[in-house]
Structure formats: structure tokens, C-alpha cells
């Protein structure tokens, strides 16, 4: 199945009104530093505190009457599994998420508080698609897949959407990399808003799978990638998300986790809000100069903001 800019306006109608229409923020000190125009899209400051709570009300509000009944059943690393369990709540469908025993603990709590059960699994020794895949034959449940699924990466869309209805043409539009629905769906938006913006991912340096793939032409799959930025510990793209990005976005980079634990104290100091590690991908590389941007107008998508606080405290000390 072949994903195109209509997918994205269709899925902006479904989650209007459910979904927060999250700020645009700019600062004077980035542009100072960048020499370009950034405009930040906050999704810090979306519903669950990430953008993907976009992708799942998306799935999850065309269900089927018989699939409602059945629930949800998906396999998560944070974001996913809260904004699942929220948009199930919402729904009223019964949301089972497999999360890793070495989750965020602030993701697991709020995981658990909107109603949805929780399994855990060693992210190192086994298989969380497979265990996903089971339960759902097991209980006829349906699984959404946190970033491999048309619905999802078409929900996840309408965060660029939105940036471009609210500031018009970019020459560059930044986005965070883990899986690729957000990427995907950013390119799709792109592709029919601003077909002249290059869309480029932006993923940790340790775990640069989306470079590689994109460079191979196939998808690329490396072991758990050791990063902060735990919303980008994925070990390979999804199918339907490498089909859009080959198709839709010019390059993939990469930047250091040094720079991200920068970033994040730029946007406490000089923008007042919280970021989390993986939400600083593309602020990182256009303010350490990853991807050339000066004279441009920049598009800068801030994935999320739920971080554990001694976390943060241990990298706003580094
Ligand atoms: C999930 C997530 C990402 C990566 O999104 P993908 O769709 O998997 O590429 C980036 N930032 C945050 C905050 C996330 O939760």
C-alpha cells in the first residue's frame, strides 16, 4: 500500500479536536547561532508529551466495532505505549502494551494510570515483535506497531502539517529518526506542502541504521544501539516508513550524544521548556551545524519532552 499526501490531510481530520495543535516557538539566540530562521514545532507539548499520541488516535479511531471489543495490543519503548493507552482510554478499547523492563519509569507509571496492562520484556534477549504478534493471535487482539504501520506514520504526519499551514515554505524541514513514522510522515506533509523543502532525518550516532539503510538502498538492522536517546533505540527502520523515506527524504545524519545533552540544556536555559533526549535530534544538528542551514528558513520538529527528572538532572550537570 502506497502512502500519499491525502493519507496525512485524512488523518489531521480524525484526530482534530483530540489531538492538541501544538505551538510554534522561535528563538532569537538559535537564529543568532545558526544564522538561519528555525521555527520549532513543540510536540513536548502534545498530549502524552510526544507527537505520538497523533499516530495512535489515528489507528485506534478506525477500528472496527469487533476490533474494539478485541482491544489493542502494541510493544513500546515509552511514547508509543502512553500515547496508546491514552487514545484507548479515550476510545474506550481495552490497550495491552509490552513495554522493556528498563523503560523511563515516568513512561511505565503513565502507561499504567491510563488504564492500559503492562507486560515487560528484557530488550536485550527477546523479541518484542514476536511477543506482540503472539498476543495478539492469542487474544484477537489487533497490534499497532509503533512506527510500522500506514496509520500510524500517517498520524504522525500532521505534526509537519501543521508547521507548514502556520509558517509557509521551508527550504529545510529537521526531523527526529528512531523507526521512521515520524520521518515518514514529515515527508509525506512535506511532499505535498513544500515540495522544494529538504526533509532530512537526524539520528544518534550510535545508532546511525537509518543512514545506513538509506545509503544501501535495503533496510539495515544493527544491534541496540547505546544512546541517550532511548525514542531512537530501535535496531532497524520499518518497511513502510523506508518505502515513504526513499522516495520522500534527501539524507539521513547523525549527531553525538554529547550534543544532545547540549541541546537539551539550550532549550531549559533559553526557551524554558523540556526536552527530552530523543526530541533534540533536529535541534542538535542544525545548532552544532550537523546539516548546513545558514540562510535558510528551517523547520525544526521537537518529538517529545518526557524525561525522567534525575535524568535530566544528571545531563543538565555533564
Ligand atoms: C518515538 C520517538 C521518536 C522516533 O520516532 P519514530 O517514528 O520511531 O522514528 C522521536 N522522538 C520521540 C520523543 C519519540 O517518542
Given at each position: 500500500?502506497?502512502?500519499?499526501?491525502?493519507?496525512?490531510?485524512?488523518a489531521?481530520?480524525?484526530?482534530?479536536?483530540?489531538?492538541?495543535?501544538?505551538?510554534?516557538?522561535?528563538?532569537?539566540?538559535?537564529?543568532?547561532?545558526?544564522?538561519?530562521?528555525?521555527?520549532?514545532?513543540?510536540?513536548?507539548?502534545?498530549?502524552?508529551?510526544?507527537?505520538?499520541?497523533?499516530?495512535?488516535y489515528?489507528?485506534?479511531?478506525?477500528?472496527?466495532?469487533?476490533?474494539?471489543?478485541?482491544?489493542?495490543?502494541?510493544?513500546?519503548?515509552?511514547?508509543h505505549?502512553?500515547?496508546?493507552?491514552?487514545?484507548?482510554?479515550?476510545?474506550?478499547?481495552?490497550?495491552?502494551?509490552?513495554?522493556?523492563?528498563?523503560?523511563?519509569?515516568?513512561?511505565?507509571?503513565?502507561?499504567?494510570?491510563?488504564?492500559?496492562?503492562?507486560?515487560?520484556?528484557?530488550?536485550?534477549?527477546?523479541?518484542?515483535?514476536?511477543?506482540?504478534?503472539?498476543?495478539?493471535?492469542?487474544?484477537?487482539?489487533?497490534?499497532?506497531?509503533?512506527?510500522?504501520?500506514?496509520?500510524?506514520?500517517?498520524g504522525?504526519?500532521?505534526?509537519?502539517?501543521?508547521?507548514?499551514?502556520?509558517?509557509?515554505?521551508?527550504?529545510?524541514?529537521?526531523?527526529?529518526?528512531?523507526?521512521?513514522?515520524?520521518?515518514?510522515?514529515?515527508?509525506?506533509?512535506?511532499?505535498?506542502?513544500?515540495?522544494?523543502?529538504?526533509?532530512?532525518?537526524?539520528?544518534?550516532?550510535?545508532?546511525?541504521?537509518?543512514?545506513?539503510?538509506?545509503?544501501?538502498?535495503?533496510?539495515?538492522?544493527?544491534?541496540?544501539?547505546?544512546?541517550?536517546?532511548?525514542?531512537?533505540?530501535?535496531?532497524?527502520?520499518?518497511?513502510?516508513?523506508?518505502?515513504?523515506?526513499?522516495?520522500?527524504?534527501?539524507?539521513?545524519?547523525?549527531?553525538?550524544?554529547?550534543?544532545?545533552?547540549?541541546?537539551?540544556?539550550?532549550?531549559?536555559?533559553r526557551?524554558?521548556?523540556?526536552v527530552?533526549?530523543?526530541?533534540?535530534?533536529?535541534?542538535?544538528?542544525?545548532?552544532?551545524?550537523?546539516?548546513?542551514?545558514?540562510?535558510?528558513?528551517?523547520?525544526?520538529?521537537?518529538?517529545?519532552?518526557?524525561?525522567?527528572?534525575?535524568?535530566?538532572?544528571?545531563?543538565?550537570?555533564?
Open positions: 500500500m502506497s502512502l500519499h499526501f491525502d493519507d496525512i490531510r485524512q489531521a481530520a480524525r484526530i482534530a479536536g483530540h489531538a492538541h495543535r501544538t505551538p510554534v516557538l522561535t528563538s532569537r539566540t538559535a537564529n543568532t547561532v545558526t544564522g538561519a530562521e528555525l521555527f520549532f514545532k513543540c510536540e513536548n507539548f502534545q498530549r502524552v508529551g510526544a507527537f505520538k499520541f497523533r499516530g495512535a489515528n489507528a485506534l479511531s478506525r477500528f472496527t466495532p469487533e476490533q474494539r471489543k478485541a482491544g489493542v495490543v502494541t510493544y513500546s519503548s515509552g511514547n505505549a502512553q500515547a496508546t493507552a491514552l487514545a484507548a482510554q479515550l476510545l474506550g478499547i481495552p490497550a495491552t502494551i509490552v513495554m522493556p523492563h528498563d523503560a523511563p519509569q515516568t513512561k511505565v507509571t503513565a502507561t499504567k494510570d491510563y488504564g492500559a496492562q503492562v507486560l515487560g520484556y528484557d530488550r536485550y534477549t527477546e523479541d518484542r515483535e514476536a511477543i506482540g504478534r503472539e498476543l495478539a493471535q492469542a487474544r484477537g487482539m489487533t497490534l499497532i506497531q509503533p512506527y510500522d504501520h500506514p496509520d500510524v506514520i500517517c504522525q504526519g500532521t505534526a509537519a502539517l501543521e508547521l507548514f499551514e502556520e509558517v509557509g515554505q521551508l527550504d529545510v524541514l529537521l526531523v527526529c529518526l528512531g523507526g521512521g513514522g515520524l520521518l515518514a510522515g514529515s515527508a509525506l506533509a512535506a511532499s505535498g506542502m513544500a515540495p522544494q523543502c529538504d526533509v532530512i532525518g537526524v539520528e544518534p550516532e550510535a545508532g546511525d541504521d537509518g543512514r545506513q539503510s538509506l545509503r544501501a538502498g535495503r533496510i539495515v538492522h544493527i544491534p541496540v544501539p547505546d544512546t541517550i536517546a532511548d525514542g531512537a533505540k530501535v535496531t532497524h527502520i520499518g518497511e513502510h516508513n523506508f518505502a515513504v523515506i526513499r522516495q520522500h527524504v534527501k539524507d539521513i545524519i547523525t549527531v553525538s550524544d554529547a550534543q544532545l545533552a547540549d541541546t537539551m540544556r539550550f532549550f531549559a536555559s526557551m524554558k521548556m523540556v527530552e533526549p530523543t526530541g533534540c535530534l533536529g535541534a542538535a544538528a542544525a545548532l552544532h551545524g550537523a546539516y548546513p542551514v545558514k540562510g535558510k528558513r528551517v523547520g525544526v520538529i521537537v518529538s517529545g519532552g518526557n524525561v525522567d527528572l534525575p535524568v535530566m538532572a544528571q545531563l543538565f550537570a555533564g
